[in-house]
Nanobody
Framework: QVQLVESGGGLVQAGGSLRLSCVAS????????MGWFRQAPGKEREFVAQ????????YYADSVKGRFTISRDNAKNTVFLQMNSLKPEDTAVYFC????????????????WGQGTQVTVSS
């Protein structure tokens, strides 16, 4: 069965960096685009970034553009989210997801989700 397992979250001070990883299994990884979303307490899940199957095309939310970088290693079935210059407003649970069909920034377009990893940025 399809599984997505995130790791790399934690507590970091504002201005710091974290690198999230998501290991996929149970399907042909290179067939699908992959995305990252996040959800802060009391807020809806929001799009963060997406990467194409070969890593050449990426999309970012305006709030993270220039600070976050999404990438993938198809040999390791892994997608990454490098987060730099972190801000307290980046605090959220971060989820990786497999793109099904639809608009890349809409959560309903994704058909499988990981369990999430907590990122907390202190001021």
């Amino acid at each position: 069965q399809v599984q997505l397992v995130e790791s790399g979250g934690g507590l970091v001070q504002a201005g710091g960096s974290l690198r999230l990883s998501c290991v996929a299994s149970g399907y042909t990884f290179t067939t699908y685009r992959m995305g990252w979303f996040r959800q802060a307490p009391g807020k809806e899940r929001e799009f963060v970034a997406q990467v194409s199957w070969n890593g050449r095309t990426t999309y970012y939310a305006d709030s993270v553009k220039g600070r976050f970088t999404i990438s993938r290693d198809n040999a390791k079935n892994t997608v990454f989210l490098q987060m730099n210059s972190l801000k307290p407003e980046d605090t959220a649970v971060y989820f990786c997801a497999r793109m099904g069909s639809g608009s890349y920034y809409v959560s309903d377009s994704y058909d499988y989700w990981g369990q999430g990893t907590q990122v907390t940025v202190s001021s």
